[in-house]
């Protein structure tokens, strides 16, 4: 259930290197392999994007730079296990991310949960986190990555968040990424609704969420639909990101990354037959989008203005809907990443507020 795509692993640091520095990776390490790369994804040898990330990350390692490595792996597996080379980084990712666990600065505890989905019962593993010694009563927030961003990636996220907002932090993938073993469906966030629920007794009982890129997709339905106390979602798409001319436009396999978290064997045939098979992740297709109920769960939209993959209108239609921020990021791209020292300290601090 995957397959391969054309995408330029130049054309890929390039897009993500601020990303990968603000994970966690040192720039110097970003650039040095940038340097190496030739044009191969896929293939497990020298100059290609698993093998030189793969090395720097076993570099690393020899070093005693555990957590780098893990963030190094992390990025070796990117944008999805395609291949069995980005298989093992991403097994070597978490092999390397619990060996580094006890230098956290913050008490960790990985957990497997069992949620009922479509007749059957899927393992969600889950990563938590909460100061040492901290109190008990406070809330918990659930934390997503993306389509190709999982919670391991997130972790710098992670400890900001639990640290501004001084709460338990659940870090876990959504459905057809990561540790998830169910495709990614329209309804995916039924299994993000359980998960929230089961994890209730770990706080005070109140539950949040904060989420970006397809994770983001997760935020905004769990506050839609009530699952949550409060979310903030950076970077989601609902809506004409699933259209067909925002479709044609996305760039660096995009299409291929979002087709593996669906399952598919094979991509789809062309942009169109795309953008009909991501149809049912709108949030009109779902009915959501048919009024905002006089109470609605609070919620914190934001995005780049100049995002390739989710055209503004994604952020601005809830511009109108009670209990509601909604922020707009000039000179930014994909989850305003430019100004992600900005937008996301805002986006924690008003999270807390909601959650008392």
């Known amino acids: 259930m995957a397959y391969r795509f054309e995408a330029a692993p130049k054309a890929l640091v390039a897009e993500r290197r601020a990303q990968f520095v603000a994970l ?29 990330w793969s090395a720097e990350a076993a570099l690393a390692e020899s070093r005693g730079a555990l957590l780098v490595a893990s963030l190094c792996y992390g990025i070796a597996k990117y944008p999805c296990l395609a291949s069995a080379a980005h298989a093992h980084a991403y097994e070597e990712q978490l092999r390397t991310y619990l ?131 409060a979310a903030v979602a950076i970077g989601g798409p609902v809506e004409m990101a699933f259209d067909l001319p925002t479709v044609r436009q996305w760039p660096n396999g995009m299409s291929g990354i979002v ?32 009024g905002w109920g006089t109470t609605p769960t609070p919620l914190f939209v934001a995005n780049g203005a100049d995002d390739p993959y989710v055209p503004a209108t994604d952020t601005t239609m809830f511009a109108g809907r009670p209990n509601t921020v909604v922020r707009l990021e000039s000179g930014a791209t994909h989850c305003a990443a430019e100004k992600s020292a900005e937008v996301n300290p805002a986006a924690f601090a008003w999270l807390r507020s909601q959650l008392g």
């Open 24 to 52: 966690g990776v040192p720039a110097v390490i970003v650039d040095g392999v940038a340097g190496r790369l030739g044009d191969e994804l896929w293939a497990d040898e020298a100059g290609s994007w698993v093998y030189e």
């Open 99 to 229: 060996a580094a666990s006890p230098t956290f600065p913050l008490a960790f505890e990985r957990r497997v949960l069992d949620v009922g989905y479509h007749g059957e019962t899927t393992r969600v593993p889950i990563h938590v986190y909460r100061r040492t010694g901290g109190s008990t009563a406070v809330p918990v927030v659930l934390m997503l990555g993306g389509v190709d961003t999982w919670k391991m990636d997130i972790h710098q996220s992670i400890l900001e968040a639990a640290d501004r907002m001084d709460a338990v932090v659940v870090g876990v993938d959504g459905p057809g990424v990561g540790e998830s073993t169910v495709a990614s469906r329209p309804d995916g966030d039924v299994v993000l609704a359980s998960v929230a629920a089961q994890v209730r007794g770990l706080g005070d009982g109140r539950v949040g969420v904060a989420a970006w890129s397809f994770g983001a997709t997760w935020a905004v339905k769990l506050a839609l639909t009530g699952a949550v106390d």
């Open 259 to 290: 087709g593996n978290s669906l399952h598919r064997d094979e991509p789809f045939a062309d942009a169109e037959a795309t953008a009909v098979g991501l149809h049912g992740f709108r949030l009109s297709a779902q009915g959501l989008l048919n």
